[in-house]
């Protein structure tokens, strides 16, 4: 029978805290929100019930001793969950009260929803805590994942879906080579990132033909330069009247968030040049 091991109690309480929060909004939702079956309704009930389960996985592995036993890196793979599920939570906790709390005439299903949103919130809180306690402190040496340009990558990638998202109509990008060339940055340096999280949660690193560390180095400096060029056509050829002008909510947002994700590969390219990391 394997041993069941109690990891921190602090960690262990704000999981099993994001567990119950997760658990009671999709729940409430589920029940007595009366959600049309449309996308934002779907995503919301998919950021809390993918956070729930994620978590409770994380929950039974370590409290029956089974780490050694799976195959991803367990320095790695609980804290990319949980910025994941922060993200994911957040995001329900924005989306859920505007396409669904708004102009609702007080009800019961008004009540539901309001506790579906309250518990998202306090899930995001405690996922964000989670994440605060298993990062890696300075000079500490630990998994990729738990360092700021582990974590930091994770918030690329989940933005970089945020903006497909966005614009996910050929009609926004496919009118002028440059937005195109917009489009190709976002979807290479997704992969990319992707790979990064894919490759140090599995374990891969050593797989690379390249040292690792050198891998990053290069591809955080590629990103810089391609997201800086993204960041600069997309507004002059979304905004120009000489090009069309088209100034949606989508496509200012993409714009905002093309701004945001250069400035979190800056970030990452400057914490990775001096980063110390073991992976694995």
């Given at each position: 029978?394997?041993?069941?091991v109690?990891?921190?109690?602090?960690?262990?309480?704000?999981?099993?805290?994001?567990?119950?929060?997760?658990?009671?909004?999709?729940?409430?939702?589920?029940?007595?929100?009366?959600?049309?079956?449309?996308?934002?309704?779907?995503?919301?009930?998919?950021?809390?019930?993918?956070?729930?389960?994620?978590?409770?996985?994380?929950?039974?592995?370590?409290?029956?001793?089974?780490?050694?036993?799976?195959?991803?890196?367990?320095?790695?793979?609980?804290?990319?969950?949980?910025?994941?599920?922060?993200l994911?939570?957040?995001?329900?906790?924005?989306?859920?009260?505007?396409?669904?709390?708004?102009?609702?005439?007080?009800?019961?299903?008004?009540?539901?929803?309001i506790?579906?949103?309250?518990?998202?919130?306090?899930?995001?809180?405690?996922?964000?805590?989670e994440?605060?306690?298993?990062?890696?402190?300075?000079?500490?040496?630990?998994?990729?994942?738990?360092?700021a340009?582990?974590?930091?990558?994770?918030?690329?990638?989940?933005?970089?879906?945020?903006?497909?998202?966005?614009?996910?109509s050929?009609?926004?990008?496919?009118?002028?080579?440059?937005?195109?060339?917009?489009?190709?940055?976002?979807?290479?340096?997704?992969?990319?990132?992707?790979?990064?999280?894919?490759?140090?949660?599995?374990?891969?690193?050593?797989?690379?033909?390249?040292?690792?560390?050198?891998?990053?180095?290069?591809?955080?400096?590629?990103?810089?330069?391609?997201?800086?060029?993204?960041?600069?056509?997309?507004?002059?050829?979304?905004?120009n009247?000489s090009?069309?002008?088209?100034?949606d909510?989508?496509?200012?947002?993409?714009?905002?968030?093309?701004?945001?994700?250069?400035?979190?590969?800056?970030?990452?390219?400057?914490?990775?040049?001096?980063?110390?990391?073991?992976?694995?």
């Amino acid at each position: 029978m394997p041993l069941i091991v109690v990891p921190t109690s602090q960690l262990l309480w704000m999981r099993v805290a994001a567990l119950l929060f997760t658990c009671v909004a999709f729940s409430v939702a589920a029940h007595g929100a009366h959600l049309p079956h449309q996308g934002m309704a779907d995503w919301c009930i998919f950021c809390w019930a993918f956070s729930f389960a994620c978590t409770l996985l994380v929950l039974l592995v370590e409290l029956f001793g089974l780490q050694a036993r799976v195959p991803v890196s367990w320095s790695n793979f609980p804290i990319t969950v949980a910025c994941y599920a922060a993200l994911l939570c957040l995001s329900a906790s924005i989306i859920f009260p505007v396409f669904f709390l708004r102009h609702q005439q007080a009800s019961e299903t008004r009540d539901h929803r309001i506790v579906s949103t309250v518990f998202s919130c306090l899930a995001a809180v405690a996922y964000m805590g989670e994440v605060s306690l298993s990062k890696a402190r300075p000079g500490e040496v630990a998994g990729y994942m738990a360092t700021a340009p582990g974590l930091l990558k994770v918030c690329q990638t989940f933005l970089a879906c945020i903006i497909f998202i966005l614009i996910s109509s050929p009609v926004t990008y496919d009118h002028h080579p440059a937005l195109k060339w917009c489009m190709a940055v976002y979807c290479i340096c997704f992969i990319l990132s992707m790979a990064v999280v894919v490759l140090c949660v599995g374990e891969w690193t050593g797989c690379l033909p390249i040292p690792f560390s050198k891998f990053l180095s290069a591809y955080g400096l590629l990103a810089v330069i391609m997201y800086l060029t993204a960041t600069i056509l997309w507004p002059v050829f979304q905004f120009n009247k000489s090009y069309g002008r088209n100034d949606d909510p989508e496509t200012i947002a993409a714009s905002v968030l093309t701004a945001i994700n250069f400035l979190l590969y800056v970030a990452d390219l400057v914490y990775s040049a001096r980063l110390v990391f073991v992976s694995g």
